[in-house]
């Protein structure tokens, strides 16, 4: 079956770029779209995009400016670039299937901003 | 951005009772077109990602027990957990993916009495 894995590093300084990996294994990227999700005390749950499998992206508004995602389809995988970060970006950060019901989740990274 | 609002925030349950949690979304999340509900339910146990249990407000997710099921429509929806069970133990959340962004409820937190 399916599985996802984020890999990335879990220290960022604020104001630099985070950057996240996430490996598919066991399935196919296609027919599906590919989600980055972050979950922090402060503000729950946040969905922060999606990729499809032709490559198409969408972001959620509040991550717009400062959000990039994309597929590399030879690796099966997914990134995610975050710039300008603060201390409000320190959260565990998902790579999920769909974008509408999220059927598999990674099990995530924990991503701490701090100097 | 739809707003879902869940509640309560906390229960305790005794083991073999049922648990209730509710879910508003600020917003319908039903689609005349077709008639489903675009709302999902998850559960997350500590340390662990969240785990899909239930879709379209009440299509149970492959391998999920019965005793979870979900109703409502609308901007009304259940999450009830039948003859509850130790591991059962978790925080449960409600994801609406009808407008976007797609959002989630701030969790409710079930345990055992």
């Known amino acids: 079956q399916v599985q996802l894995q984020e890999s990335g590093p879990g220290l960022v300084k604020p104001s630099e770029t985070l950057s996240l990996t996430c490996t598919v294994s066991?399935?196919?990227?296609?027919?599906?779209?590919w989600s980055w999700i972050r979950q922090s005390p402060g503000k729950g749950l946040e969905w922060i995009g999606y990729?499809?499998?032709?490559?198409?992206?969408k972001y959620n508004p509040s991550f717009q400016s400062r959000v990039t995602i994309s597929l590399d389809t030879s690796k099966k995988q997914l990134s995610l670039n975050m710039t300008s970060v603060t201390a409000a970006d320190t959260a565990i950060y998902y790579c999920?299937?769909?974008?509408?019901?999220?059927?598999?989740w990674g099990k995530g990274t924990t991503v701490t901003v701090s100097s | 951005d739809t707003v879902v609002t869940q509640s309560p925030d906390s229960l305790a349950v005794s083991p073999g009772e049922r648990a209730t949690i509710n879910c508003k979304p600020s917003?319908?999340?039903?689609?005349?077109?077709?008639?489903?509900?675009?709302l999902a339910w998850y559960q997350q146990k500590p340390r662990q990602p969240p785990k899909l249990l239930i879709y379209?407000?009440?299509t149970r997710e492959s391998g999920v027990p019965d005793r979870f099921s979900g109703s409502g429509s609308g901007t009304d929806f259940t999450l009830t957990i039948s003859n509850l069970q130790a591991e059962d133990v978790a925080i449960y959340y409600c994801?609406?993916?009808?407008?976007?962004?797609?959002?989630f409820g701030g969790g409710t937190k079930v345990e055992i009495k």
């Open positions: 990729v499809f499998h032709s490559g198409s992206t």
């Open positions: 066991g399935g196919s990227l296609s027919p599906y779209f």
């Open positions: 999920a299937r769909r974008i509408t019901y999220l059927d598999v």
């Open positions: 917003q319908n999340v039903l689609y005349s077109a077709n008639n489903r509900n675009y």
């Open positions: 379209w407000a009440s």
């Open positions: 994801q609406q993916y009808f407008t976007s962004p797609p959002t």
